[in-house]
């Protein structure tokens, strides 16, 4: 065959090739699993939660047990995917409705594991559907590796809830993400459990991450589950200055204090959901921060404040 004729039939099976394979991938791909980077997966029924999971040649790292229905739909979906014992799941954070669920997991031979800080309230304040994790961790850092694929495990202060961790998969280039970030949302409603200044310090930390790809816990954004980039983490950033702006500039015209929530607007951010809705609560949560001083807030343990 000539070379170059040769050049043309090599080039066209790999094309067939490259074809068939992403049609198989997107067929065998269980209801509610989208493929975020190699075998990292996000997996999210409607609920309004993402779960994440990792698969490796020695087993599964999965992150975010949410509750028992979703959980057992989480551990299905990964057995769609792959035949690999699911060997970890990670709890992001302490809080009920993220951190339940977990009981579906150690049924099924997993290790749960959570923030020491995390871990403390769950014991103190067991969910009803609510499993106290395996095992715990402490400090600021810790590394999983299993089957050659390694998980950072990155504990960035008082931002949110108890022992919020953010995880990084370095080779791949992918994190979770829970409640620090969501794109295209306004903040959670009262902006509950959130220490402002801390969460907005972690926010930069989580800009120094070197990372392509996000699953967020909550997403607004039209393909959620797909995940985010690094993007999402700067606009929620600016969207917190800038509605402490926007306030100041309230304050600055001389409107009454206890006004301003109710007058307050970013039209930036109109598009936004729950702009209409919430943009009020949030305005009186940073104006009663600034006013009151941050809360919530713990002492340092000697690890909480990097500076
Ligand atoms: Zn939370």
Do not use: C
């Amino acid at each position: 065959m000539l070379p170059v004729k040769r050049l043309f039939v090599a080039i066209l099976a790999m094309l067939v090739w490259a074809d068939f394979n992403t049609t198989v991938s997107a067929q065998t791909l269980p209801d509610h699993v989208a493929r975020i980077a190699g075998d990292v997966y996000s997996y999210g029924p409607g609920n309004e939660y993402f779960s994440m999971f990792v698969v490796t040649s020695e087993g599964v790292i999965a992150i975010e047990s949410v509750n028992t229905e979703h959980a057992t739909g989480l551990l299905q979906a990964i057995r769609k995917v792959t035949d690999q014992p699911v060997k970890y799941m990670l709890h992001s954070h302490n809080h009920w409705d993220h951190a339940s669920g977990g009981q579906v997991f150690k049924d099924a031979g997993a290790t749960t594991l959570a923030h020491i800080e995390a871990f403390e309230w769950m014991k103190a304040n067991t969910g009803r559907d609510m499993a106290v994790p395996d095992e715990s961790w402490s400090g600021t850092r810790k590394d999983i590796t299993l089957g050659g694929t390694t998980i950072e495990l990155h504990y960035l202060g008082m931002n949110h809830g108890l022992g919020m961790t953010v995880f990084r998969l370095p080779e791949q280039k992918v994190v979770y993400i829970a409640d620090i970030v969501t794109p295209e949302r306004v903040l959670f409603s009262i902006v509950p459990d959130f220490n402002i200044r801390e969460w907005e310090r972690s926010l930069e930390e989580i800009l120094k991450l070197d990372f392509d790809k996000a699953v967020y816990s909550h997403n607004e954004k039209a393909d959620a589950s797909q995940g985010g980039t690094k993007q999402d983490a700067a606009d929620n950033l600016q969207f917190l200055r800038d509605l402490r702006a926007a306030i100041y500039a309230e304050f600055k015209k001389g409107t009454n204090p206890m006004m301003v929530p109710d007058i307050v607007q970013i039209p930036k951010y109109k598009d936004w959901a729950m702009y209409d809705q919430w943009l009020a609560m949030n305005a009186w949560r940073l104006l009663l921060d600034d006013w009151m001083g941050p809360f919530p807030w713990r002492p340092d343990p000697g690890y909480q404040v990097k500076k």
